[in-house]
């Protein structure tokens, strides 16, 4: 991946002027507007497809294209090419504005840029950055300087302003019979900033305090920290009984969490006395509550057998942004006790209380038939009741096993057929564990969920067209009306047969996506939708055995689905 900058100033010449009063068809001309300066870049480095490909010197024409807050489009303004500099004007003033820019190659929309919850002041000139990427192809990202050492198990984290934390990772496999360990967590940290396309190390390359995988990550808005929680120092891969890879109490990581300070770019770990109050977790769910308070939950070991891990993983962590410097995980009477134990469950925002506070969904991770429980934040601050109350019906009881590994996506809200109000969720993928034994996914384990909280029910619906179960996948949602499915193993060790899907939510089906075929096929991925729409994503495995040897660079790239041109 290279860099291409190009100084873009937009202005335009009036049209429409007379739209109100004529009635020609034309979009009514607000009565504020302004011009904006864009310094535009490019990623140039396309992975698989057209290598190298420069957009400044493909495209032969822009369109900008505004929409308010609410995704009503305001003006669609074309632009022809003269040279580098391209000239627009009268972009709409206001508030909340996404603010898309199509590079056209003849009459194709072929790079795509685009900034959300954009400000635009009547008679000032805005400027801002914007990076253009390809459409239904994949863009590298390659660091600023040095090399990129590849990982299975990252985290990446969305900050403010539309950028991304990367840190950690398993960089080494090691076969013995019929065991492979996973070991070698790393200690790195990268920056990803889509507005400019730049990939870095935070300053005077700071590393976490520890090394870690499988660990996870969230974002603290007030304090402007990132909260990084959990993982594990190794895990083992069985390529004769099958499952996922496992691991114990012994391999979590020592040092159970810490603080990334984004003001410093520096990574702070916590006293031992803290330590007390955060369990070792690998790949635990993170609930962010009112005022950055985070409730840590599941991430025990799958399935738990033993009574002691069991009474320790029922339990979730409190961690409390107040207590000293950079917040701590701190001693909870009640310790926020769930109905059952949590292993690689999914979790995903449900909505509000009727205190303001927050409602999660936590689906499956449980071999003892509670499939999902919802957590309710109470108006005292970082307390809250999980209720496993909620009867889960329809299609996903019929396969054998609780449901381990599973993406869930928001869809939506609405009625459903008996006009209760719902929200609905996407559950897709997962492995199945009966309580004895483990069943490599299936196709089948693709839901619409419908959550009917007056009710109690959730009402599982199967979704056909999968084509392949798989685990250790991402799905990212794109926009209004798409999810992406990215990689994954169909198999314990082995790639997914298809490399991406998109979910219509409308239509309720899965396609194939345009330009998909290139993506490095990759499981154990980080992933996450940008702040321009498009997907990123970071390392992964086509299978465990690819850290064997000497290391390789990650794959890091982004992927804009066509969907997305508007």
């Given at each position: 991946?290279?860099?291409?900058?190009?100084?873009?100033?937009?202005?335009?010449?009036?049209?429409?002027?007379?739209?109100?009063?004529?009635?020609?068809?034309?979009?009514?001309?607000?009565?504020?507007?302004?011009?904006?300066?864009?310094?535009?870049?490019?990623?140039?480095?396309?992975?698989?497809?057209?290598?190298?490909?420069?957009?400044?010197t493909e495209i032969g024409s822009y369109e900008l294209v505004v929409h308010d807050s609410d995704g009503t489009q305001l003006r669609r303004l074309p632009a022809s090419k003269s040279g580098s500099a391209l000239t627009i004007a009268d972009v709409p003033a206001g508030s909340g504005l996404t603010i898309s820019l199509l590079g056209k190659v003849g009459s194709?929309?072929?790079?795509?840029?685009?900034?959300?919850?954009?400000?635009?002041?009547?008679?000032?000139?805005?400027?801002?950055?914007?990076?253009?990427?390809?459409?239904?192809?994949?863009?590298?990202?390659?660091?600023?300087?040095?090399?990129i050492v590849n990982v299975l198990f990252p985290a990446v984290t969305p900050l403010a302003g539309g950028k991304v934390l990367i840190t950690g990772g398993f960089t080494t496999a090691k076969t013995t019979g019929d065991k492979i360990e996973l070991s070698g967590p790393s200690d790195m940290a990268w920056i990803f900033d889509p507005n400019s396309g730049e990939l870095r190390e935070p300053k005077?390359?700071?590393?976490?305090?520890?090394?870690?995988?499988?660990?996870?990550?969230?974002?603290?808005?007030?304090?402007?920290?990132?909260?990084?929680?959990?993982?594990?120092?190794?895990?083992?891969?069985?390529?004769?009984?099958?499952?996922?890879?496992?691991?114990?109490?012994?391999?979590?990581?020592?040092?159970?969490?810490?603080?990334?300070?984004?003001?410093?770019?520096?990574?702070?770990?916590?006293?031992?006395?803290?330590?007390?109050?955060?369990?070792?977790?690998?790949?635990?769910?993170?609930?962010p509550l009112s005022d950055d308070y985070v409730v840590s939950l599941g991430g025990g070991l799958w399935p738990a057998k033993s009574t002691s891990d069991k009474t320790t993983y029922m339990h979730s962590n409190l961690y409390d942004p107040t207590d000293g410097d950079q917040g701590a995980f701190v001693k909870v009477g009640a310790a926020l006790p769930l109905n059952t134990v949590r292993s690689g469950a999914s979790i995903a925002f449900l909505g509000t209380t009727n205190d303001g506070g927050s409602k999660y969904l936590i689906w499956g991770g449980d071999s003892e038939g509670i499939h999902a429980e919802v957590f309710a934040e109470s108006a005292m601050a970082g307390d809250g009741i999980f209720d496993a109350g909620f009867k889960v019906e329809g299609d996903i009881t019929s396969i054998k096993g609780g449901l381990y590994f599973a993406t869930l996506t928001p869809i939506g809200s609405g009625k459903n057929a008996d006009g209760d109000a719902v929200v609905r969720f996407l559950?897709?993928?997962?492995?199945?564990?009966?309580?004895?034994?483990?069943?490599?996914?299936?196709?089948?384990?693709?839901?619409?969920?419908?959550?009917?909280?007056?009710?109690?029910?959730?009402?599982?619906?199967?979704?056909?067209?999968?084509?392949?179960?798989?685990?250790?996948?991402?799905?990212?949602?794109?926009?209004?009306?798409?999810?992406?499915?990215s990689g994954g193993f169909s198999d314990w060790n082995k790639p997914a047969t298809f490399t991406m899907k998109v979910f219509d939510i409308a239509a309720g089906t899965f396609s194939t996506p345009t330009g998909s075929d290139a993506f490095i096929r990759r499981g154990g991925h980080g992933?996450?939708?940008?702040?321009?729409?498009?997907?990123?994503?970071?390392?992964?495995?086509?299978t465990f055995k690819d850290l064997e040897g000497a290391a390789q660079q990650a794959p890091s790239d982004v992927y804009c689905p066509g969907h997305l041109l508007p």
């Open positions: 991946m290279s860099l291409t900058r190009s100084k873009l100033t937009l202005s335009l010449r009036a049209a429409c002027l007379l739209a109100a009063v004529l009635l020609t068809g034309c979009a009514v001309e607000p009565a504020e507007t302004a011009p904006i300066a864009l310094s535009v870049k490019a990623l140039t480095g396309t992975c698989g497809g057209n290598a190298g490909a420069n957009p400044f194709a929309s072929k790079w795509f840029a685009r900034r959300s919850g954009q400000k635009i002041v009547k008679n000032t000139t805005t400027t801002f950055d914007m990076t253009m990427m390809s459409v239904e192809s994949f863009t590298c990202v390659a660091p600023s300087a040095g090399q005077d390359n700071a590393r976490l305090a520890k090394p870690r995988a499988a660990h996870s990550a969230i974002f603290l808005p007030k304090s402007n920290r990132v909260l990084i929680v959990g993982g594990a120092e190794k895990m083992t891969v069985d390529t004769k009984a099958g499952g996922p890879p496992t691991w114990r109490v012994s391999d979590g990581v020592g040092i159970t969490y810490e603080v990334f300070d984004i003001a410093t770019e520096t990574f702070v770990a916590p006293d031992a006395k803290s330590l007390n109050f955060a369990v070792k977790r690998a790949f635990p769910n993170l609930m559950s897709v993928g997962g492995a199945r564990h009966d309580g004895s034994n483990w069943a490599a996914p299936r196709k089948e384990d693709a839901y619409i969920l419908e959550v009917n909280e007056a009710k109690k029910r959730i009402k599982t619906t199967r979704v056909g067209g999968l084509d392949a179960g798989i685990y250790l996948h991402a799905a990212n949602r794109t926009d209004d009306g798409h999810v992406l499915i992933s996450l939708t940008l702040n321009n729409d498009c997907v990123f994503g970071f390392g992964g495995v086509t």
